[in-house]
C-alpha cells in the first residue's frame, strides 16, 4: 500500500487545531488501508514559519477580546529543535510515496488556509525530497492559480483543484500500483512548461460517502484549547459543505463560481444518522467537552431538519458546541433549536455597521442594523453567547463608518466581539478589485509577500485614514466599546498623542473593571 506523509504546518496559535479536509482525506486513505502519517509543527518549535506576523490568537487575548487563559499549558508542549531537521528526519525515516500540505476546506478560516500552504511551502524548501516522492498541495490559493504554484516552486509535482478526499484515494491507489498520477481528474501538473488541468471531478454528493472521520492522526495534545478563559477538550467538525452568498472577501464565492462553475449543489449537509455516529464517535474515543462546527453558514440548515437534528442530538450526543452563522438566518425558530441542541456560542458574522459597506463593498446578506441587534438579543435570551466578528479597513472605508461598526456592537452588546483587519486573500473578489482601483500595490497581485495576517496589519493604501489611524481603531476597538458615543471622538483624538496611550488603557481598565463588577 502506499506511503503518505500529511504535513500539517499550523503555526497561528500555541495550542492546537484540526484540519478537517486533512482529517477526511486521512480517513479516506486509511479505510482503503494506506499508511498515512502526520508532520504536525503544532508543538515544535514553529516561530519561524511566523516570520513577522503575530501569534493570532495571543493577539486576540491581548486586545481582550478573549478571556485569559494559562499559555504555559500550552508552551511547555514545544519540543525544541529545528523545525526543518525534524521535518527531514521524518521524510528519512517514513520514506513517503507522496507528501502533501495545504487542504481545500469547505469551512471557515481563510488565514488558516492561507498559512497552511505558505508555511508548507517553506518547509518543503528547506528539505531534500527523494525524486521518487511526489509532492501534492492543494487548497483555493493554489487552485487560483496552478500555473503560478507550480511555476514558483520547483518541488511541488502537482496542484489538487477542488475537494480533495476522493482524489487522495485514486492518487494513492496509483502510487501503490507504480503508476503515473498524470491522468488523475482535479490534478493540474507542468510538462515541458505547459499547465496541463484534468478535468474536475464532480462535488462530493451525497457527503454521506465519505467514510466516517478519523482524528487518530492528530496529536492528543491538539484537542486541548482554550475557551471562556478555561482549558478544555475540542476539536474542528463539519455538518454541511458550501455557501450561496456573495460575500467579496470571502474564500466561497470563488470555490463555487469559478472552481466548480456556479455548482447548483454546491451546498451539501450530511444526513443526521451520520453526523450522530461521527460525533458520537469522536466525543468517546478523544474525551470531548466541547465541539466547535466549522460551516460557513450553520444555519442554513432548513428549520425542520435542525429540529430534528436538536432531538436526535440532545438525546444520543448531548455534546455542547459552538457554531458560526449569519444574522439572515438567524431565525428565533433555528435559535430555539439551538438551544435545545445544547449550543452554547455562536459567532455572528457582522463584519461591518455601515449598511453601505455591507451592501455595496462586500455584498453580504441584506440587514438593518436593528435586525443585528433583535438577533443578538434573542441568541442571549436563550442563552446562548455571542462573539460579534469585526473586520475594519475595507476600501473606501471611512472613520465614520468604523465609528458605525463600533456603535453597532455598542449598542448590541454581543457577549463579546473582536475585530480584524481585511485581509485581500487570493481569489477573492475583493482583492481583485483593491488591485484594480489601486488599493492594493500590485506587487501583490499574486499574493507576494501578504503576510500580516488578521491581527497583524493591512497592506491596503487607504484615502480615508491614515494607517496609524486604522492601527488605533483595530488596537482600541475594546476600548471605544466600552466608552458611551459623546466621548468616542475625544478618545480618537487623544491615542493619537503616543505617550498618554498607556495611561488613557489604564484609566479605562479601571472605569470599565468597575461597571462590570
Known amino acids: ?25 486521512y480517513s479516506t486513505l486509511k479505510k482503503e488501508g494506506h499508511n498515512c502519517e502526520l508532520f504536525d509543527t503544532t508543538f515544535l518549535d514553529n516561530s519561524i514559519l511566523l516570520e513577522s506576523r503575530p ?55 481563510a488565514e488558516g488556509e492561507y498559512y497552511s500552504y505558505h508555511n508548507g511551502v517553506q518547509l518543503i524548501n528547506n528539505v531534500i525530497i527523494n525524486k521518487e516522492s511526489k509532492v501534492v498541495v492543494g487548497g483555493t490559493i493554489p487552485s487560483s492559480d496552478p500555473k503560478q504554484v507550480l511555476e514558483q516552486n520547483s518541488k511541488i509535482d502537482y496542484v489538487l483543484k477542488g475537494e480533495p478526499e476522493l482524489v487522495y484515494a485514486d ?32 462535488l462530493i454528493d451525497p457527503l454521506d460517502q465519505i467514510p466516517d472521520v478519523k482524528m487518530d492522526i492528530f496529536d492528543d495534545r491538539s484537542f486541548n484549547r482554550p475557551f471562556n478563559g478555561n482549558i478544555v477538550r475540542m476539536l474542528d467538525f463539519e455538518l454541511s459543505r458550501g455557501c450561496w452568498y456573495r460575500c467579496t472577501f470571502c474564500l466561497s464565492p470563488f470555490q463555487r463560481e469559478t472552481t466548480y462553475n456556479k455548482a447548483k449543489n454546491f451546498r451539501r449537509e450530511k444526513g443526521i444518522e451520520k453526523i450522530i455516529r461521527e460525533i458520537s464517535s469522536l466525543k468517546k474515543e478523544h474525551r470531548l467537552e466541547f465541539i466547535r462546527y466549522q460551516d460557513e453558514s450553520f444555519n442554513s440548515i432548513k428549520e425542520e431538519k435542525l429540529k430534528d437534528l436538536a432531538k436526535e442530538y440532545k438525546d444520543k450526543v448531548d455534546l455542547p458546541f459552538i457554531i458560526e452563522a449569519t444574522v439572515n438566518t438567524s431565525t428565533e425558530n433555528r435559535i430555539k433549536s439551538l438551544a435545545e441542541m445544547g449550543c452554547v456560542q455562536v459567532g455572528l458574522g457582522i463584519e461591518s455597521g455601515s449598511e453601505r459597506i455591507r451592501d455595496e463593498i462586500i455584498i453580504k446578506p441584506k440587514f438593518k442594523n436593528k435586525q443585528a441587534i433583535e438577533v443578538i438579543n434573542c441568541y442571549k435570551k436563550h442563552k446562548i453567547d455571542v462573539t460579534a466578528y469585526n473586520i475594519i479597513g475595507f476600501p473606501t472605508e471611512t472613520k465614520d463608518e468604523v465609528f458605525e461598526t463600533i456603535d453597532l456592537n455598542r449598542r448590541s452588546k454581543p457577549s463579546r466581539f473582536t475585530v480584524s ?19 492594493l500595490d500590485k506587487k501583490y497581485e499574486y499574493d507576494d509577500g501578504l503576510n500580516l495576517g488578521q491581527q497583524g496589519g493591512s497592506l491596503l493604501k487607504l484615502d480615508t485614514m491614515t494607517s496609524e489611524e486604522l492601527n488605533n481603531f483595530h488596537d ?39 461597571k462590570n463588577r
Not at 477573492?428 to 482601483?437: F, G, N, Q, R, W
Not at 466599546?481 to 481598565?509: A, C, G, Q, S
Open 55 to 109: 501569534n493570532h490568537d495571543e493577539e486576540l487575548k491581548n486586545k481582550k477580546f478573549f478571556k485569559e487563559w494559562d499559555n504555559e499549558t500550552f508552551i511547555k508542549y514545544k519540543k525544541k529543535g529545528d523545525i526543518f531537521f525534524l521535518l527531514q528526519e521524518k521524510i528519512n525515516e517514513f520514506k513517503p510515496d507522496l507528501i502533501t500540505f495545504s487542504f481545500w476546506g469547505s469551512h471557515l478560516h
Open 1 to 25: 500500500m502506499a506511503k503518505i506523509l500529511f504535513i500539517h504546518p499550523y503555526a497561528e496559535s500555541s495550542f492546537g487545531r484540526q484540519s478537517i479536509p486533512l482529517a477526511l482525506s
Open 421 to 439: 483587519f481585511f485581509q485581500p486573500w487570493e481569489g477573492t473578489a475583493l482583492k481583485k478589485k483593491s488591485v484594480e482601483e489601486g488599493f
Open 476 to 514: 482600541f476597538f475594546y476600548y471605544f466599546v466600552h466608552t458611551p458615543k459623546k466621548l468616542e471622538k475625544i478618545l480618537f483624538f487623544l491615542i493619537k498623542i503616543r505617550l498618554l496611550k498607556k495611561l488613557i488603557i489604564n484609566i479605562l481598565d479601571y472605569f470599565i473593571e468597575k
Open 171 to 202: 492518487i494513492a491507489k496509483n502510487l501503490d500500483q507504480k503508476r503515473s498520477l498524470n491522468s488523475i481528474e482535479n490534478l493540474n501538473y507542468l510538462e515541458n512548461g505547459k499547465l496541463i488541468s484534468n478535468k474536475l471531478r464532480p
